[in-house]
Nanobody, 119 residues
Framework: QVQLVESGGGLVQAGGSLRLSCAASGSRFRINTMGWGRQAPGKQRELVATITSNGNTNVADSVKGRFTISRDNAKDTVYLQMNSLKPEDTAVYYC?????????????WGQGTQVTVSS
């Protein structure tokens, strides 16, 4: 089993920056792909960025050039550096991790952290 704990959300003005962190913990697991999704009220959840265990990244076009995903495999932690934030970036951001454990393969999500960008 894997637990994901997020931090770094908050309120920021348009053009500002935030850095989200998500640490995975548990026992007998190995993280594969990690990533971030977001969901604004009344909207469908969308994938923001992913990063594989080998460091290959995929970033949504809507945030490309502004957001950077990275990870520290030794700490089982994924980061999302968000620069040049826009009001449309306002959403609950969820950490995601695909992991292998004694129970097999699982897809895990964090509790979400609110990011609010004011104009």
């Amino acid at each position: 089993q894997v637990q994901l704990v997020e931090s770094g959300g908050g309120l920021v003005q348009a053009g500002g920056s935030l850095r989200l962190s998500c640490a995975a913990s548990g026992s007998r697991f190995r993280i594969n792909t990690m990533g971030w999704g977001r969901q604004a009220p009344g909207k469908q959840r969308e994938l923001v960025a992913t990063i594989t265990s080998n460091g290959n990244t995929n970033v949504a076009d809507s945030v490309k050039g502004r957001f950077t995903i990275s990870r520290d495999n030794a700490k089982d932690t994924v980061y999302l550096q968000m620069n040049s934030l826009k009001p449309e970036d306002t959403a609950v951001y969820y950490c995601n991790a695909d992991a292998y454990s004694d129970d097999g393969f699982g897809d895990y999500w964090g509790q979400g952290t609110q990011v609010t960008v004011s104009s």
